[in-house]
C-alpha cells in the first residue's frame, strides 16, 4: 500500500509546484488544477474469520475483520477464530498504515437490542470494546447491527433500538476516544439509523450496496433498469439526503453474486462459471453483468472487473472517501477485483482518471 499510496500523495506534492506557475494561463496552469482534483482514498476490505487465506496488506487500507458478537450474557465481545485476528493484525508489521478493525455483528448476528437498552450490559461491552482492541493491537472497531428496530434477520429487536443505538456509538467514542476508529456497516436505504445523532462520533460509514435486490433482480446494480429495486446510485442518495457527508461515505462492492434456479444463492466471484444453457448479458443501463438461462430469465446476478471499475470511477466522480468491498477472499487467485479497487482507490489509474477528468473540465 505504500507504493500505490505514495503515487497519488505524490500527485498531491505536485499542486504546491504547478502553484507558481498557474498565474500564466498557460498548459501548465491546467495540469496543476488537474492535480488539485487528486487525493487518496481509502479501501477497506472484510476478511472472514472462517478463510485460511491471509490477504495481500499493501491491497488495502483498511480491513474489517468479520465478526465479532455480542456476548451471551449481553455485555462484552466473542471475537470468532482469535489466533487469525491476531495474525492479520501482524501483518501491521510489513504495512505500518494499514489499519485493521474488528467488525462486530453481520447478518443474523443479536444481542445488541438488549446490550444497548441496558446502561450496566452497554457499559460492560464498551469497555470490551477498548479490551478487544487493546488485546488484538486494532485501530477500531466497526459496529454492524443488523438492524435496529428491525428483526428480519431473525434477531431480537426493539422500538427503542435507534435510541439505544446512540447512546451506544456515544458511548464508545467516550471509552476508545479520538485516536480510534468507530465505524458502522449500513444498508442501501439508509433506514434503522439517526444519522445526525451519530456522525459526530463516527469517522465514516460503509453502505452495504449489495444484496439490494434478488433474483429477477440485479443485486448490485449502479443505475436503473428493469432488473432493478433499489441501486447503488440510490443507496448513495439515501445516505447524503439523510445527512451522511459524501467524506465519510465508502460505496460496498460485492465480489461476489446471487442466484436462482441454475444458481446457488450465493457464488464467489472466483467460482463463477456459465452453466448449461445460460449466457452472461451486460445491462447497459444498469452498468452491470448477469447470467441469463435459455428462458431468458436472470438467474445470477454479480460484477465483474468491467462493472468494479465503473464503480470505482463512480467514487471519484462523486468524491467520496472510498470504497468497501465484501469480502476478500470471494475474488479469485490473480485479485481481479480487488487490483481494479486497488488501482482506482490508491494508485495511479486512479490519479491519472481524476487529472484526465479534470484536465477536460479546464478546457
Request: overall charge negative; aromatic content about 10%.
Amino acid at each position: 500500500m505504500k507504493k500505490l499510496f505514495s503515487l497519488a500523495l505524490g500527485a498531491l506534492g505536485l499542486v504546491a509546484a504547478g502553484a507558481s506557475v498557474s498565474s500564466c494561463g498557460s498548459k501548465a496552469s491546467t495540469e496543476a488544477a488537474a492535480t488539485d482534483s487528486v487525493k487518496p482514498r481509502i479501501v477497506v476490505a472484510y476478511v472472514t474469520a472462517s478463510s485460511d487465506v491471509m490477504p495481500d496488506p499493501q491491497a488495502m487500507t483498511h480491513i474489517n475483520y468479520a465478526f465479532g458478537h455480542v456476548n451471551e450474557t449481553f455485555n462484552g465481545i466473542n471475537v470468532d477464530n482469535p489466533d487469525r485476528l491476531h495474525k492479520i493484525t501482524a501483518l501491521k508489521e510489513q504495512n505500518p498504515d494499514l489499519k485493521v478493525v474488528l467488525s462486530v455483528g453481520g447478518w443474523g448476528s443479536g444481542r445488541f437490542s438488549e446490550m444497548a437498552a441496558d446502561s450496566l450490559n452497554r457499559a460492560g461491552f464498551v469497555a470490551d470494546c477498548q479490551r478487544v482492541i487493546d488485546e488484538f493491537n486494532l485501530d477500531g472497531v466497526d459496529i454492524d447491527w443488523e438492524y435496529p428496530t428491525s428483526s428480519s434477520a431473525g434477531i431480537s429487536s426493539s422500538p427503542d433500538d435507534i435510541q439505544n443505538y446512540n447512546k451506544l456509538m456515544r458511548d464508545i467514542r467516550a471509552q476508545i476516544g479520538e485516536g480510534k476508529l468507530l465505524t458502522l456497516a449500513t444498508p442501501g436505504n439508509a433506514r434503522y439509523y439517526d444519522f445526525p445523532t451519530i456522525l459526530p462520533y463516527v469517522d465514516f460509514v460503509n453502505i452495504m450496496s449489495y444484496d439490494i435486490g434478488s433474483v429477477p433482480y440485479h443485486q448490485s446494480p449502479l443505475y436503473e433498469s428493469e432488473h432493478t429495486r433499489l441501486t447503488a446510485d440510490q443507496a448513495l442518495k439515501a445516505h447524503l439526503a439523510a445527512g451522511v457527508p459524501k467524506e465519510k461515505l465508502t460505496l460496498g462492492l460485492p465480489f461476489y453474486g446471487r442466484g436462482f434456479k441454475e444458481y446457488p444463492d450465493y457464488m464467489d466471484y472466483k467460482d463463477l462459471e456459465v452453466r448449461e444453457g445460460c449466457k452472461i448479458v451486460w445491462d447497459e443501463k444498469a452498468q452491470v453483468p448477469y447470467i441469463e438461462n435459455s428462458n431468458g430469465e436472470l438467474v445470477l446476478g454479480y460484477n465483474d472487473p468491467k462493472s468494479i471499475e465503473i464503480k470505482c470511477k463512480y467514487i471519484l466522480d462523486n468524491d467520496l472517501l472510498g470504497a468497501m468491498y465484501w469480502e476478500y477472499t470471494c475474488d479469485n487467485e490473480q485479485g481481479d477485483l480487488r487490483t481494479i479497487v486497488t488501482d482506482y482507490m490508491m494508485g495511479q489509474k486512479g490519479a491519472d482518471y481524476q487529472n484526465e477528468k479534470a484536465a477536460e473540465e479546464q478546457k
